[in-house]
């Protein structure tokens, strides 16, 4: 099968494709046809492992001295179970899934093993039926990510809500999930996402690029960082100090991703329902690999970037 392998931490071009053997899957693991794919904001960490000097001794002894000890990279998946180990319980071959592979990385390929049950190396969930493959995996990572950090909110209806970073992979769900929570929602973007952010439902938006103050008085019960600290901005700082007594502030950054297949399965039932419509920027086939992470790499994308892996499978 074809597979991407990173061949040590660097540029996109570190990515090749190699034909490598097909896995076969254990008692307790399914074996999935990878259909789609994703080229993420942990993809471009993964494979460029570009870490202030504190944290390169302990990234690399986590991930990989000089490569990730994973060769074969890639974090999000949607396909269809090709066959199970004898004691899987909750797929049967042909069900069509979506998920994380967590520390397993491994979905840069047409074909991974993986356990049905929730661990640091992944979780999987049957696919929302009335999406593609490729918009799957847009929901499995921005969606987890955005229930994730929205669930710190404890968001009631009314409550006013900010997503500072409202137009990449989680923070365009991070607005639909809050719309649908019945939050009144800001949210900050760039001037040529403003239109797509309120096509998603949000009240008022802010262009980050324009404006570096709030209006004096607004404030907010929550703020959601969607971008990472990484990214910021005047908007970002004064943000920070609009949040009523009482309030909070969360950034996306707090914490690790957690794999929860029960929270996929909260996004399948939006998603189904139509209270969430994940955003594709672009889909690049998997022989582009190296162009879908340049382009990812410059850190403008909307929404979220997928990878078709089977060219006739939606
Ligand atoms: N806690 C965890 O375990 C965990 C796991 C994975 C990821 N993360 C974090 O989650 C972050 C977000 O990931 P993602 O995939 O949702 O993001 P993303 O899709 O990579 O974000 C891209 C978007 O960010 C916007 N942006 C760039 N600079 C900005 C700025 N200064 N202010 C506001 N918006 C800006 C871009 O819009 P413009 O083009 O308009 O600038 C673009 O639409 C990652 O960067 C990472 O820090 C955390």
Not at 209 to 227: H, M, R, W
């Amino acid at each position: 099968m074809k597979a991407v392998i990173c061949t040590k931490y660097g540029p996109p071009e570190v990515l090749q494709i190699k034909e490598v053997e097909k896995p076969t899957p254990k008692d307790n693991e399914v074996l999935i046809k990878i259909n789609a794919t994703a080229v993420t904001a942990s993809d471009i960490f993964i494979r460029g492992c570009q870490v202030s000097i504190q944290y390169w001794i302990p990234m690399r002894l986590m991930i990989g001295l000089t490569k990730p000890r994973k060769p074969i990279i890639g974090l999000v998946l949607a396909g269809e179970i090709e066959s199970a180990g004898k004691d899987i319980k909750r797929f049967k071959p042909g069900d069509q899934v979506f998920g994380i592979t967590g520390f397993g990385l491994g979905a840069y390929t047409e074909y991974k093993c993986m356990q049905e049950t929730d661990s640091t190396y992944g979780c999987l969930e049957l696919k929302p039926t009335n999406i593609s493959y490729e918009e799957a995996t847009v929901a499995a990572y921005g969606g987890l990510l955005a229930f994730q950090y929205l669930g710190k909110g404890n968001i009631r209806p009314g409550h006013r809500v900010l997503i500072y970073g409202a137009s990449g992979a989680s923070g365009t769900i991070a607005v639909q999930l809050a719309r649908f929570l019945g939050a009144e929602v800001t949210a900050v973007c760039s001037t040529t996402n403003l239109e797509l952010v309120k096509s998603l439902g949000a009240d008022k938006v802010i262009d980050y690029t324009v404006e570096d103050s709030l209006n004096p008085g607004e404030k907010f019960d929550f703020i959601l960082d969607a971008v990472g600290k990484n990214k910021t901005s005047k908007l970002k700082k004064a943000c920070k100090r609009a949040l009523v007594p009482g309030g909070k502030y969360v950034s996306i950054d707090d914490g690790a991703l957690m794999l929860d297949s029960k929270r996929l399965a909260l996004i399948k039932n939006l998603v189904e329902a139509g209270h969430i419509k994940p955003v594709i920027d672009t889909t690049y086939p998997l022989e582009q690999i190296v162009e879908a992470h340049r382009y990812v790499g410059k850190g403008h994308k909307k929404g979220g970037v997928a990878i078709t892996v089977c060219h006739n499978c939606n």
